[in-house]
């Protein structure tokens, strides 16, 4: 079992930034694709960014290239969602999800490919 704790959301202003946190305990943390998705209101959960174990393959939806980057510390067990340029459309809750693997560059993008999930964290663009 692999479990996720989210953090870092908010309240913020359009064009204004924010940097969510994923800390991951249980297992050994450089063996999962790690990925964040979001659940606006009403909508499905969609696929946001993904990084592969090593952290060298990244993978982003086209709405946020350019806007957000996500990267990650294996040695703190934790993947990073830095989010600039906010717009109102980014308004969702925001998970992060966990995936073993033995692929160094694996980055899903599916629901489906990851087995664990946060709890997930509010994020709200709004002047």
């Known amino acids: 079992q692999v479990q996720l704790v989210e953090s870092g959301g908010g309240l913020v202003q359009p064009g204004g930034s924010l940097r969510l946190s994923c800390e991951a305990s249980?297992?050994?943390?450089?063996?999962?694709?790690m990925g964040w998705f979001r659940q606006a209101p009403g909508k499905e959960r969609d696929f946001v960014a993904a990084?592969?174990?090593?952290?060298?393959?990244?993978l982003y939806v086209d709405s946020v290239k350019g806007r957000f980057t996500i990267s990650r510390d294996n040695a703190k067990n934790t993947v990073y969602l830095q989010m600039n340029s906010l717009r109102p459309e980014d308004t969702a809750v925001y998970f992060c999800a966990a995936q073993r693997t033995a692929t160094s560059n694996y980055t899903p993008r599916g629901r489906g490919d990851y087995n664990y999930w946060g709890q997930g964290t509010q994020v709200t663009v709004s002047s």
């Open positions: 990084i592969a174990k090593g952290g060298k393959v990244t």
């Open positions: 249980g297992r050994t943390f450089s063996n999962y694709a």
